[in-house]
């Protein structure tokens, strides 16, 4: 079974601050990797995904995150957050072939101004 | 990427009403998810619904409760059956394409 962890609730910056929102993984087989992000009473919006090549990966509104097999992690990170990052933020995992996406529980992620 | 709509976009309906919610996209897909999502949870998949075949449900969901129609590669339909105050979340319409998945904006239901 393939499933997601975010083990943080919230996460909380100052405006202008690196932003880090953690998730680890667990499946069997390669991965395909995403994050979603979700602003109040809208829909998930697509952030950016890993399914090969380069662990680092660049996404919408200056995200990237990093794939990193031997920790089975997929780390979404922005250098500089912004006030309008405030959002909650989904990790999702699912395997080639199956396209069922397993996703982790989200995390509010508040930016002070 | 595709573009997802839903109709209703929220609602409140009585316990033991159905409430039909309505997918639309605006380019053939093959695949398409239900997904639903409780308040201050994750997002569940309920269900896959391809066209011409029976929707494949998820441990825990079941086609009396949801029933969902597919009739071609733009349209879904998901049902909330016999509605009690649990059946109260977001319910999102999703499509597949290429490696990534899509998501609709969501309907909002409260059931009182």
């Known amino acids: 079974a393939q499933s997601v962890a975010q083990p943080e609730d919230q996460v909380n910056v100052a405006e202008g601050n690196p932003l880090t929102v953690k998730c680890t993984y667990s499946v069997s087989g390669n991965p395909y990797l995403f994050w979603y992000v979700q602003y109040p009473n809208r829909g998930l919006q697509f952030l950016l995904k890993?399914?090969?090549?380069?662990?680092l990966v660049k996404g919408s509104y200056g995200f990237e995150a990093e794939f990193n097999k031997s920790q089975t992690s997929f780390h979404l990170k922005k250098p500089s957050a912004l006030v309008s990052d405030s959002a909650l933020y989904f990790c999702?995992?699912?395997?080639?072939?199956?396209?069922?996406?397993?996703f982790g529980k989200g995390n509010q992620v508040v930016v002070i101004p | 990427s595709a573009v997802i709509s839903q109709k209703p976009s929220r609602d409140i309906c009585q316990r033991g009403t159905s409430l039909t919610i309505q997918c639309q996209v605006d380019s053939q897909v093959t695949m398409m998810f239900w997904y639903r999502q409780q308040p201050g949870q994750s997002l569940t998949l309920i269900a896959t619904?391809?066209?011409?075949?029976?929707?494949?449900?998820e441990s825990g969901f079941v086609i009396d409760k949801f029933p969902i129609s597919r009739p071609n590669l733009t349209f879904s339909t998901l049902t909330v059956s016999n509605m009690s105050p649990e059946d109260s979340s977001i319910y999102l319409c999703s499509v597949g394409s290429g490696d990534e998945q899509f998501f609709g904006p969501g309907t909002r239901l409260t059931v009182l």
């Open positions: 890993y399914i090969t090549g380069d662990n």
């Open positions: 999702a995992v699912r395997v080639y072939g199956n396209n069922r996406l397993a």
């Open positions: 619904a391809n066209q011409g075949s029976e929707a494949t449900y």
